[in-house]
């Protein structure tokens, strides 16, 4: 199922079947698994949602360079 939710073609997804982040409310006190559990069932599909009405679509880099890698190298 993961596979599909991060397959998603933009040009094909349904506008009005995707859930706004602004409707996502998460307890900042919880420990990280819940927040995350919490993103996820609120959003329904954690790679493609809206926010503000634009379609955002996540993706993730198998490997490379971590955050602070590529800072420190600036």
């Known amino acids: 199922m ?3 939710m991060k397959d998603i073609d933009l040009r094909k997804v349904d ?3 995707l859930r706004d982040r602004s409707t996502v409310h998460i307890d900042p006190e919880a ?4 927040r ?4 996820i069932e609120q ?3 954690p790679y493609v949602y809206l926010d503000g009405g634009v379609v ?3 993706s ?3 490997r490379g360079e971590t ?3 590529r800072i420190n190298s600036l």
């Open 43 to 45: 959003l329904g599909n």
């Open 60 to 62: 993730f880099a198998d």
């Open 31 to 34: 420990p990280t698994e819940e």
């Open 36 to 39: 995350i559990r919490a993103w």
């Open 2 to 4: 993961t596979e599909a």
């Open 15 to 17: 506008k009005a079947a």
């Open 56 to 58: 955002v679509k996540l």
């Open 67 to 69: 955050i602070e890698e």
